[in-house]
């Protein structure tokens, strides 16, 4: 007998679930090019198959235009995850979705390395502006 889990089926409606709103601040600094690079150690997510925790890194560098994430409101943004059944492929867009509205980079790449699950390892990234794929 298969066993379903209580996330199974949701993946539909990743693009439409509340979230906290992650807020930004001025940068001063908007006329010059520079990378802020983020990484956050201790992501955790739920298995939408199992219903079991997945843990990741997530790397994220962007080129700010007028403003910059608020690491606080980041923060709480990502430890709503915890309880979500999300594929990686899914959290990593929906990510992007989300910083790119927040602050409207000049550019930005999200990376997210999740640990090893069933002897299988998965990186999954985006850019914005999205590169044309070969």
Same mark, same amino acid.
């Given at each position: 007998?298969?066993?379903?889990?209580? +996330?199974?089926?949701?993946?539909?409606?990743? &693009?439409?679930?509340?979230?906290?709103?992650?807020?930004? =601040?001025?940068?001063?600094?908007?006329? &010059?090019?520079?990378?802020?690079? *983020?990484?956050?150690?201790?992501?955790?997510? #739920?298995?939408?198959?199992?219903?079991?925790?997945?843990?990741?890194? #997530?790397?994220?560098?962007?080129?700010?235009?007028?403003?910059?994430?608020?690491?606080?409101?980041?923060?709480? +943004? *990502? %430890?709503? +995850? &915890?309880?979500?059944? #999300?594929?990686?492929?899914? *959290?990593?867009?929906? *990510?992007?979705?989300?910083? %790119?509205? !927040?602050?409207?980079?000049? =550019?930005?790449?999200?990376?997210?390395?999740?640990?090893?699950?069933?002897? #299988? !390892?998965?990186?999954?990234? !985006?850019? +914005?502006?999205?590169?044309?794929?070969?």
């Amino acid at each position: 007998m298969k066993q379903v889990s209580s +996330y199974e089926g949701r993946q539909d409606k990743v &693009r439409s679930m509340k979230l906290p709103g992650i807020e930004v =601040w001025e940068n001063q600094y908007a006329d &010059r090019d520079f990378v802020v690079d *983020l990484e956050i150690p201790e992501f955790t997510c #739920i298995c939408p198959k199992t219903g079991l925790p997945d843990f990741a890194v #997530i790397k994220v560098s962007y080129k700010p235009t007028k403003t910059c994430l608020e690491l606080k409101s980041l923060k709480l +943004y *990502l %430890v709503e +995850y &915890r309880t979500i059944g #999300i594929f990686h492929e899914h *959290l990593v867009n929906r *990510l992007m979705d989300d910083f %790119v509205k !927040a602050c409207k980079p000049r =550019w930005m790449k999200i990376e997210v390395i999740m640990n090893p699950r069933g002897g #299988i !390892a998965t990186n999954v990234t !985006a850019e +914005y502006p999205q590169q044309k794929m070969k």
